[in-house]
């Protein structure tokens, strides 16, 4: 059974940084494209940024995301990571990571392979 375990999260002042991880298990993170997730309550989840196989490839959701958000992995530890700097009030939103079944040019089209979801890391931005 595939689980995620998302950790990093926290409080913040805007302008901050946080470096998000996703350990994945029960799967193999070199043979998936891998997505990071946030989502607000109220508000569907929504993808940010997205990973390929090799982690050389990446694609980032359109609008604030890009220049302030990096994602990487480290393929060894089966683990991906996503790195927020210049936070905003508006990031605040609790993170998600997945398996996705593509990572091409359309944050829309990054949907979770499997269904499954972790339990998420909390980001709070205050201003």
């Known amino acids: 059974q595939v689980q995620l375990m998302e950790s990093g999260g926290g409080s913040v002042q805007a302008g901050g940084a946080l470096r998000l991880s996703c350990v994945l298990s029960?799967?193999?993170?070199?043979?998936?494209?891998m997505s990071w997730f946030r989502q607000v309550p109220g508000k569907e989840r929504e993808a940010v940024a997205c990973?390929?196989?090799?982690?050389?490839?990446?694609?980032y959701a359109d609008g604030s995301v890009h220049g302030r958000f990096s994602i990487s992995r480290d393929n060894a530890k089966n683990t991906i990571y996503l790195q927020i700097n210049s936070l905003k009030p508006e990031d605040t939103a609790t993170y998600y990571c997945?398996?996705?079944?593509?990572?091409?040019?359309?944050?829309?089209?990054?949907?979770?392979?499997?269904?499954?979801w972790g339990q998420g890391t909390q980001v709070t931005v205050s201003s």
């Open positions: 990973s390929r196989r090799s982690g050389v490839t990446v694609r």
């Open positions: 029960g799967d193999t993170v070199r043979r998936a494209y």
């Open positions: 997945a398996p996705v079944v593509v990572c091409n040019d359309y944050s829309s089209d990054w949907k979770n392979a499997n269904g499954y």
